[in-house]
Structure formats: C-alpha cells, structure tokens
C-alpha cells in the first residue's frame, strides 16, 4: 500500500524512479501505474528488459547508431530512447546493464542528451525513466558491477517492494481477490476456501512472491470448480510444507505425553465451538498417539462419545 502511495505521489513529477524488490513482487505493474498517472500516458512507453538483450547490443538498443558504426550496423538506427521521447521509459532488471551502457545511461540521466552510437551528434531527450531490479544494486555497487554515480542518480526516488513473506496482511488480501479474478476468468464457481488451506498459504515463504501466489490460486480454481478450495488443491510445495509443518506439531504433542509434559493448542479465531472441540479432539489423540480410551478419559467423555464425535468429523 505504502509503495502504491509513493508511486502515485512520484508518477507526475517526470522524477527518476528506481523500483527495487524480489521477482514477482509487481515491479512492472508499478512502473505501469507511474507511467498511467504521469501525464505522460498519451506519450510512447517503452519497455526494456536489459537481462534479455545481449550485452554487445544494448547500447545500440537503447542509444541507437549511426551506419558503419559496428560491423553489423549497415544502417543507422534509432534507438528506444528516441523512440521514447516526450514519454516513459521503463528498464528492467538494469542491474544486468554493461558498465559501458551504464556510463551512456548516467549521461542522458544528468544532461538530457544523448549520442548514438559511432555518432558525435548530440540529441535532446526528454524521457522519464523508470528502473527496476531485483538484484540489490546497493550491493552490485560493492561488488564493482554497477556504476555508483549511476546508482545515485538512480536513486533519487527509490521504491522497495517487500518480499510477499514480509507482507502477510497483503497475501490475504490477494488470495481473495485472485479467487474473485479467477472465478470470473475461468466461469468455475468456487465457494470459497478452507481454513486450513488458507492458513497454509499465509505461512508459506512465496519465493516467487506475488505472480506464485497468482498461479496458485488459479490452479486451484480450476481444480477444486464447484466445491470450496482445500490445501490438496494447493501446489504440492506450498500443501507439503503445511504438511510438514503440521507433522513436527503433532509429534511434539505425542513428545510431550512421553516427557510426562503439558502442551499448548493454538485455537485461532473466529472458530465455531464445533471447530474448537474439534481441533481440542484431535490434538488430544495425538497428544495419547491415537489411544481413544486414554484421550476419552482425559477429555472426560465417554468412549462411545468419542466415537460419535469422530464419526461426525469423518462424515464433514
Ligand atoms: N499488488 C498486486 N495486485 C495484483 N496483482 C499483482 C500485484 N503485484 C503483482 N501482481 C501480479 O503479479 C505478477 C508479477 O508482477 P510483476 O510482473 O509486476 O513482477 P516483477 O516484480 O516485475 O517480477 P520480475 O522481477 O520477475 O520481473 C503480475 O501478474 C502482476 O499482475
Ligand atoms: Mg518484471
């Protein structure tokens, strides 16, 4: 929310704007967003990715050239900048730009000029750049690999993108509006999602962040269509590690027994009384490691009782 706030209070400005976070946090849909608020959106809006074009032909890419400028080059050529003039343009994953790109960049940032490449003339630019890296340039710039003048400049107005694990609130947020997406997307009603398969979802790590939370939850609507979302129908990562995680639960709980130990059940709310005592159940039996006459007498309810009781679980 704070990035989407920052990005609107820049988008008019004509300021350089770095966007710095992991792969698939929204970087580009930020960029969009400056560039759909600038001003500028009637003007040309180039998107670069400088990781995808290969080293020896970025610069011309980016700054064009003049005939005969390289052994390829049999014509001149404009470049993006040129191409972008009077609008935005966005450069992804700049941290894989060459030093030599990197020194032509700095110079269009400070001056407004530009040079092709094997030409001497000089052309005004006016273009908003946006940049956007997932490598942390603070630390590429230790490393020797990216230009620290450039970096400054870059800098001016930097926007980080927390990791989707930084940013728990968000992640249920976004479950939900993916399910609305894709319910209406796919045509497949969905009634909803479990409990647990939620949980799930909030507690995995998301290394690939916003677009793998997407993907997930598309995925899901397909296959749980008709029915409510449950952690099965989760990839197998995120569904294993809840399985996992649930296992060292349920195993402390029997350690526990064995150690003569009390142990602690996390109840979260809103619960029904029905979930609690449910959840209560369950953890007794793995508290007596499935001993139903043990869990009934320390639940204080009879055997047949319990039985009843799992039986109805077993039915849900
Ligand atoms: N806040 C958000 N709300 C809705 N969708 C989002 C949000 N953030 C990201 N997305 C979606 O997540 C996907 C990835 O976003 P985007 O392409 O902007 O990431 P990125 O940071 O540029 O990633 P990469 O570094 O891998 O290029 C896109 O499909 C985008 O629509
Ligand atoms: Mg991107």
């Known amino acids: 929310r704070r990035s989407i706030e920052l990005a609107l209070n820049v988008a008019d400005t004509g300021t350089t704007v770095l966007i710095q976070g992991e792969s698939g946090t929204g970087k580009e849909l930020l960029a969009n967003l400056i560039h759909f608020n600038s001003g500028r959106e009637d003007k040309p809006y180039i998107k670069i990715n400088c990781g995808a074009i290969p080293e020896t032909l970025l610069e011309s890419e980016l700054f064009g050239h003049e005939k005969g400028s390289f052994t390829d080059a049999r014509s001149q050529r404009i470049g993006r900048f040129e191409e972008a003039d009077g609008g935005t343009l966005f450069l992804d994953e700049i941290g894989e730009m060459s030093m030599q790109a990197q020194v032509r960049l700095l110079r269009v940032l400070q001056d407004g000029e530009i040079t092709r490449v094997g030409g001497t003339a000089v052309i005004k630019s006016d273009v908003r750049v946006i940049a956007a890296s997932n490598v942390d340039l603070d630390q590429a710039v230790d490393d020797g690999t990216f230009r620290k003048d450039l970096y400054y400049r870059l800098s001016v107005f930097p926007i980080n993108l927390p990791p989707l694990r930084e940013r728990l609130e968000d992640i249920h947020l976004l479950v939900f509006h ?139």
Do not use: C
């Not at 993907?215 to 409510?228: F, H, L, M």
């Open 178 to 316: 993916f399910l609305d997406r894709y319910k209406e997307k796919t045509g497949r009603f969905v009634s909803g999602i479990s409990k647990e398969a939620l949980r799930a979802l909030v507690n995995y790590g998301w290394p690939g962040n916003v677009r793998e939370l997407e993907n997930a939850i598309e995925r899901a609507v397909i296959i749980a269509s008709g029915r409510q979302i449950e952690l099965d129908d989760l990839p197998q990562a995120i569904s294993k590690s809840a399985f996992e995680a649930n296992a060292l639960v349920r195993q402390e709980r029997a350690r526990a027994a064995g150690e003569g130990r009390s142990v602690g059940i996390e109840i979260e709310l809103p619960s029904t009384m029905d979930e609690i005592e449910r959840h209560v159940i369950e953890a007794t039996l793995d508290y007596v490691d499935g001993d139903k006459t043990r869990a009934s007498r320390l639940l204080n309810i009879a055997r047949k009782t319990l039985y009843r009781k799992l039986e109805q679980f077993e039915a849900k």
